[in-house]
């Protein structure tokens, strides 16, 4: 059974910074494009970043140069950290793997989701 395991969400000051993790079991992280959504009250669920399989991250606009998206292959995890954090940041963050191949195009995964709240 795939699990995607999120942490290191909680409550974090304004202008402080955050360190999220996602661990991934029965899959190998290395063939899947990985990403973190965001999903605040009342609001769709929305990217944050990605990183491809070649390892190019991407990032939305309201997060672009206050976040890095990075993984470790070898310990199939990936990490998100934001700096200078906004109340605006206050969301579930999930966890997505993607199946980066043809032989696995098809393969969705979701972590159960991180809150994150900033406020001081």
């Known amino acids: 059974q795939v699990q995607l395991v999120e942490s290191g969400g909680g409550l974090v000051h304004p202008g402080g910074s955050l360190r999220l993790s996602c661990t991934a079991s029965n899959i190998a992280t290395g063939i899947y494009t990985m990403a973190w959504y965001r999903q605040a009250p009342g609001k769709q669920r929305e990217l944050v970043a990605l990183?491809?399989?070649?390892?190019?991250?991407s990032y939305d606009d309201s997060v672009k140069g206050r976040c890095t998206i990075s993984r470790d292959n070898a310990k199939n995890t990936v990490y998100l950290e934001m700096n200078s954090v906004k109340p605006e940041d206050t969301a579930v963050y999930y966890c997505n793997g993607k199946g980066a191949y043809p032989w696995n195009r098809g393969d969705d995964y979701w972590g159960q989701g991180t809150q994150v709240i900033v406020s001081s």
């Open positions: 990183m491809t399989v070649g390892g190019t991250p």
